[in-house]
C-alpha cells in the first residue's frame, strides 16, 4: 500500500491543489490527513474536495479543526474520521484520536490525554498505522529548532505499544522521519517546502517513508 500523508492544510486552496497534482505523479492508494484540514472556517468546502480525491480519505482534527469537522467527516462519502476508529484497508488497520490542545512548548491530544490513549490501546496492534495531530515529544518537534513542543503521554505510548507507524504533523518545520523504537513517526506538514510524505506499506514489511519535496515555490 502506498499512503500520502498530509497534515496543516489549513483550508488553503493551493495546498489541496498541490495534493491534486501529486495525486497524478505519485498514485497513492490512500490519502490520510493529520490534522488542520481546515482554519476554523469553510469546513464543508474543503472536506467536499477531500471526497472528491480518487482513493479513501482517513483524517483526525487538529487544533485548527472545529468539533463538527469529525460530523463531516462521516457524512460524506469517500472520507472518514480515524477519532476511536480502527479501519482497515488492504490489510492494513488505520486508528488514531482526534485533536490537539497547544500550550507554550508543550502540546497534548485532548484534557483527559492519558485517558484517551489508554482507551486507543485496545484498537492497535503492531500493524497498525496510527494518526495523531502533534507529535510525540522529542520526535520531530522542534519549534524554532530549539524547544521540543509534542506530546509526553503520546511519547510514552509509542515506547510501549511499538505501532509499526505514527503520522502527525503540527509542528510545520519539521516535517520528515524518524524512529521511536521499531516505530517509523512521519511528520507530514505541508510547508513551503515539504508536500507531505509516501510511505510504502505492505502488511508483513517494514515500512519506508519519503517526504515530498515541494517544487511550486
Not at 519549534?143 to 510545520?172: E, T
Request: aromatic residues 6%; glycine residues 6%; hydrophobic residues 40%.
Amino acid at each position: 500500500m502506498i499512503i500520502y500523508a498530509v497534515a496543516d492544510i489549513h483550508g488553503n486552496p493551493k495546498r489541496i491543489s498541490l495534493i491534486n497534482d501529486n495525486f497524478k505523479k505519485l498514485n497513492p492508494d490512500i490519502l490520510v490527513v493529520a490534522g488542520d484540514i481546515t482554519n476554523y472556517t469553510k469546513a464543508a468546502s474543503v472536506i467536499t474536495q477531500l471526497s472528491d480525491m480518487p482513493v479513501p480519505v482517513l483524517a483526525v482534527r487538529g487544533n485548527a479543526d472545529l468539533p463538527k469537522v469529525e460530523n463531516l467527516l462521516d457524512k460524506y462519502p469517500n472520507t472518514d474520521s480515524l477519532h476511536f476508529k480502527q479501519i482497515s484497508l488492504n490489510g492494513i488497520c488505520f486508528t488514531g484520536i482526534s485533536g490537539t490542545i497547544p500550550v507554550p512548548f508543550s502540546s497534548r491530544i485532548c484534557l483527559r490525554e492519558k485517558r484517551a490513549l489508554n482507551k486507543l490501546e485496545s484498537l492497535i496492534k503492531d500493524s497498525s498505522v496510527l494518526v495523531f495531530h502533534t507529535p510525540p515529544r522529542w520526535t520531530r518537534d522542534e519549534v524554532m529548532g530549539k524547544f521540543s513542543a509534542g506530546s509526553r503521554n503520546l511519547y510514552k505510548f509509542v515506547r510501549k505499544n511499538q505501532p509499526n507507524v505514527l503520522i502527525c504533523g503540527h509542528i510545520h518545520e519539521r516535517a520528515g522521519f524518524t524512529s521511536i523504537g521499531k516505530t517509523l513517526v512521519v511528520n507530514c506538514s505541508i510547508s513551503k517546502t515539504c508536500a507531505g510524505a509516501i510511505i510504502d506499506y505492505h502488511k508483513g514489511g517494514k515500512p519506508k517513508a519519503k517526504i515530498i519535496k515541494r517544487t511550486d515555490m
